[in-house]
């Protein structure tokens, strides 16, 4: 039978989201989306030892937006910096049982703010140069990508 | 625990009592009224009654003016298409307003393929037409308007007499959607002078797939849908008379039932305004007294209605809907709250609530509570 709605997984990190608030003087900061397409996520990491030693986030948007940072940033906890940069939309979708598909794009952005926070990091500690970070910060997660208005 | 449903725009419980009296007619008195034995004469007989009860519901002439359809969709479809196509020759202009619905707004953009100029008049923030810009607009050219009687989102009412005596001096025809009213308030189509009025069964309470159009005699339309010739040749295709028959004995009873009933929701109403209010920037949508009596609709800043709506019904079992894109098919936010003025992100965190008859005054106080958890548990999550 063809899925309706969402998920068991997006329910349980939608009600029960994980990681929620904020980190003071984070290591690493990411901020996507724009509240006129009716989402933005941020994601906050401290680092330590090149890993994610800790990750929080705060999101404005609709059930799949929450669930999916609720999500990444259980997958990213603990990972390396260089292991959460391979965490894909689809890693984060997958492990959420599927997304509906017109979720695929506008709300899945856990992982386009995780990125954006671990670049933010390694612009901070010098690793890369400010305009070699693919994900600007309060920008849309794709380049060209836009929510139609 | 029982849960509250508080969103009887989108689907209202058949009424047991119409229930019982339809399912007759998907058991022992089947029969396709078309058919001349006896099986067809009461299937017949039925359907003629419940047209009866249905013209009676809206003040028309007779009931022979209503046409039977599958919903509401189909009848706007069959005002819009039907009113426009026969009425070509003498103009190629249509009106509508911008906050019709989906089934009449696109109606009428698919005639604007065909080759009509299509206008749509400006709303306020409250939600009502403007008529200075109707008078503007409705020129000799134009053939038909379709204002709706009250909307669904914002539950505002249309001043839908005035735009009556605009249209018909300039003698064109006006389209009434009158779906999310029907039942709610006293209507006269023909003290409104309303040339096209659109019915649906379900918001009534009675069986879904069944509504109706009233064409006022005199009116000419034509068909979108060609066949056997049944209702007068304008829908055809076999009755569904389980539905119909539900449909009539539904406007029977809201015709007994509505004032007082309205009276008691609006009250309910009133109270989760009030109440709901109180939370820090709540706003209220639509008209603050021309809405409907059973309606209330809100916005709320800094979160997103899909995650109100997902969490009224997971944690408090009360169900809501929202005119947020994010809970729609094409992710576009609401058209109403763009059409009042609402920017994007306002338009976001709406917030609708539509009583019903299983609601009572008890149970304001549980819905008002869970309005203020859920807004406090999304602000909690929110960066805005």
């Known amino acids: 039978m063809a899925q309706v709605g969402y998920s068991k997984k997006v329910m349980d990190h939608f009600m029960n989201p994980r990681n929620v608030g904020v980190i003071e003087a984070p290591d690493g900061y990411g901020k996507v989306g724009n509240p006129v397409c009716g989402d933005l996520m941020e994601i906050f990491i401290k680092v330590k030892e090149d890993k994610v030693e800790d990750i929080k986030f705060r999101t404005f948007g609709c059930g799949s937006a929450i669930a999916v940072s609720s999500m990444v940033t259980e997958m990213a906890k603990g990972k390396s910096l260089e292991e959460a940069m391979k965490i894909t939309r689809k890693d984060v979708a997958d492990e959420l049982d599927g997304l509906p598909s017109q979720k695929m794009h506008c709300s899945n952005l856990g992982a386009d703010a995780l990125h954006a926070a671990i670049e933010d990091y390694w612009v901070k500690t010098g690793k890369i140069r400010p305009e070699d970070a693919k994900h600007k910060q309060g920008q849309e997660g794709e380049e060209g990508e836009s929510c139609g208005i | 625990m029982c849960g509250i449903y508080l969103d009887h725009q989108s689907c209202c419980p058949v009424d047991p009592r119409v229930e019982e009296f339809a399912r007759h007619f998907s058991g022992k008195d089947f029969g396709n009224p078309s058919a001349l034995h006896s099986r067809g004469l009461t299937a017949k007989a039925a359907l003629e009654e419940a047209r009866a009860r249905v013209a009676e519901l809206i003040g028309a002439e007779s009931p022979e003016s209503i046409i039977f359809t599958g919903g509401a969709t189909q009848a706007n479809n069959l005002a819009i298409r039907g009113a426009a196509l026969r009425n070509a020759a003498k103009g190629k202009k249509l009106l509508a307003s911008q906050i019709e619905h989906i089934s009449v707004l696109n109606p009428h953009k698919d005639l ?133 028959a539900g449909f009539g004995e539904a406007a029977r009873l809201a015709r007994l039932e509505m004032a007082g009933e309205s009276m008691r929701l609006q009250t309910i109403r009133d109270a989760l305004i009030k109440e709901i209010l109180k939370i820090d920037e709540a706003r209220l949508t639509g008209h603050p007294s021309q809405r409907l009596p059973h309606h209330a609709s809100f916005r709320f800043s800094r979160i997103e209605g899909e995650s109100i709506l997902l969490t009224m019904d997971a944690m408090f079992n009360i169900q809501v809907s929202t005119g947020s894109a994010c809970s729609s098919r094409t992710l576009e936010p609401s058209h109403v709250l763009l059409a009042i003025g609402l920017r994007h992100e306002e338009a976001h965190g709406s917030m609708i609530m539509t009583l019903g008859r299983q609601n009572s005054m008890d149970q304001v106080p549980a819905i008002v509570s869970a309005t203020e958890k859920t807004v406090e548990r999304l602000r909690a999550l929110s960066p805005l």
């Open chain 2, 112 to 244: 604007k393929k065909g080759g009509f100029e299509l206008n749509l008049i400006p709303v306020d923030s409250s939600g009502q037409i403007d008529l200075s810009s109707l008078e503007r607009l409705a020129d000799k050219e134009t053939v038909l308007t379709s204002i709706m009687y009250a909307n669904g989102e914002i539950g505002t009412v249309q001043p839908i007499g005035e735009a009556s005596e605009i249209i018909h001096e300039k003698g064109q025809l006006l389209h009434v959607d009158g779906t999310a009213a029907a039942g709610k308030i006293a209507l006269d189509v023909q003290k409104d002078g309303i040339d096209l009025f659109t019915l649906s069964s379900n918001d009534i309470y009675g069986p879904q797939g069944a509504g109706a159009l009233y064409v006022r005699p005199g009116v000419r339309i034509q068909p979108v849908l060609f066949g056997g010739g049944q209702e007068r040749g304008l829908l055809p295709g076999t009755e569904n008379i389980y539905a119909l």
